[in-house]
């Protein structure tokens, strides 16, 4: 790790400690915290206040991150484009919708879109740590402006046929699958590590902010103009974030610090022999690099685990069951302005949970915590087809962002603070692929199951199996042993 006091902490000890009993003995120096290393004059400067001002820092940790320029640009840009991105999943639904009432048809779309955007998310990985972050999401946003265009412009001249449709948003799919993996690469190369949970919670705030603000105002007006315009307003969004990306400057790495990451974590095309320092890995054997790093590491394998559970639990709810929930309640004309509402609630609460997990820096055993928080939600989303009226079901909604919100800040920070900065862009991937894997599956299972069975069956079938996946990771040794 680039960016370490050489005494540390108590929560650096901490953090050691979780390292040597979840990740075993054999590879304690590849975990960030264990590497003290100096981090260069030039690195993270706007992050080093003066002496006299620390007391100060200590007293406003929740806004540090934010005196980091580069980080402040970051932050502008993806708000920008998540919230151009709020109207794109509030058109395309009904966009099919219309074409088309086969619940299939629209698992589909969506499903597709989900498969290229995980098989891709691997790939996004590799090339993250081998370009740079900075690199691949800009070269994402930049394929993504392109396709998204060209979607708008089919929209406006003539109704898609279904293939173009599924077509366009799997290549959205494969060029998001590149982009997330860098995105979560990014935030701790630009923050050094005490700020980090305060950095994951305004990144949770701004892309709850945007799904707050983003689906009511996209319901709204695409409600009373044509659905078109959502993907206009969507392809100006990732203009935006390709700007502010090519504005940022990322802080010059050390090449000793490098160089010492490097020697103690990488392999030699999995051999277990280390790889010779400077000397670019081949794209395979980097991806079974981060595989043996996953599978030598107890805690993000179960995280990996419990991810996909929970993401096939609730992907196709929220994607194919509550679009279809209020197509019955309220027709396909009103249906995005009551979605719209549905989503905006849920990025409400997630936003009041999202600040909740930034101010509240000093909670320990963050895994725990994140696991057990999220009980409530089991009865919340089993309940959604039982409450009458759109405000009651996004009051409900807003109930489930709140404790997502502080659930994903917490998981996220723990996440960051094991794994080595240079390998920072596989293991995200790796670990975004329990949810990639689980989400389409997810739609494809629920919209099967919406022709077969009441749509009520599904949202208490999604709760049950988010219960299943907390009572599993609730009873693992390793989140117990976590810091």
Do not use: C
Not at 26 to 53: F, G, H, K, M, N
């Amino acid at each position: 790790m680039l960016h370490e006091d050489t005494s540390a902490t108590p929560a650096q000890g901490d953090q050691n400690d979780l390292h040597a009993q979840t990740a075993g003995a054999a590879i304690p120096t590849t975990t960030r915290p264990s590497l003290s290393l100096v981090p260069a004059a030039d690195e993270y400067v706007e992050a080093q206040p003066p002496q006299s001002e620390q007391p100060k820092k200590r007293r406003l940790a929740f806004f540090a991150p934010m005196r980091i320029g580069n980080f402040r640009l970051l932050i502008g840009g993806q708000t920008i484009s998540r919230l151009g991105d709020q109207f794109y999943f509030i058109a395309i639904p009904w966009l099919v919708l219309r074409a088309t009432s086969n619940p299939i048809a629209l698992s589909l779309v969506l499903g597709f879109a989900s498969i290229t955007l995980g098989l891709f998310t691997l790939i996004g990985g590799v090339l993250a740590d081998r370009y740079g972050p900075r690199t691949l999401m800009l070269g994402s946003d930049i394929a993504r402006f392109i396709i998204m265009a060209a979607l708008a412009a089919l929209a406006i001249l003539t109704t898609p046929p279904l293939w173009a449709i599924t077509a366009l948003s799997a290549l959205l799919g494969v060029a998001g699958g590149l982009f997330y993996p860098a995105s979560g690469a990014m935030t701790p190369n630009l923050v050094p590590t005490e700020d980090l949970q305060a950095a994951n919670s305004f990144e949770q705030l701004t892309f709850q902010s945007s799904n707050f603000v983003g689906p009511g105002i996209a319901g709204v007006i695409l409600s009373i103009t044509r659905l078109a315009f959502g993907f206009v307003v969507d392809t100006v969004s990732f203009l935006a974030s390709v700007i502010t990306l090519f504005l940022i400057r990322m802080p010059a790495r050390s090449q000793a610090a490098a160089t010492t990451v490097s020697a103690t974590t990488a392999t030699a095309a999995g051999d277990g022999q280390p790889a010779q320092p400077g000397k670019k890995q081949g794209g395979l054997a980097a991806f079974g690099e981060a595989l043996g790093f996953l599978r030598s590491n107890p805690f993000l394998l179960t995280l990996f685990g419990l991810s996909f559970i929970g993401n096939f639990a609730v992907g196709g709810l929220f994607e194919v069951a509550l679009p279809l929930l209020f197509k019955q309640r309220v027709g396909v004309v009103a249906g995005p302005q009551a979605l719209g509402l549905a989503i905006g609630g849920f990025g409400l609460g997630s936003i009041i949970g999202a600040v909740i997990a930034g101010v509240a820096s000093k909670i320990h055993h963050k895994s725990l915590v994140a696991l057990a928080i999220l009980l409530p939600t089991i009865v919340m989303m089993a309940a959604i087809p039982f409450i009458g009226g759109t405000l009651s079901v996004a009051g409900l909604m807003a109930g489930i962002g709140v404790f997502l919100g502080i659930s994903n800040v917490l998981i996220i920070t723990v996440m960051q603070t094991l794994i080595p900065l240079d390998m920072m862009g596989r293991m995200m991937s790796l670990m975004m692929l329990g949810s990639l894997i689980g989400s389409p599956l997810s739609i494809f299972a629920y919209g099967a199951a919406a022709t077969v069975v009441a749509l009520p069956l599904l949202f208490i079938a999604g709760g049950a199996l988010m219960g299943v996946a907390l009572l599993i990771g609730l009873t693992q040794k390793t989140m117990w042993q976590a810091a």
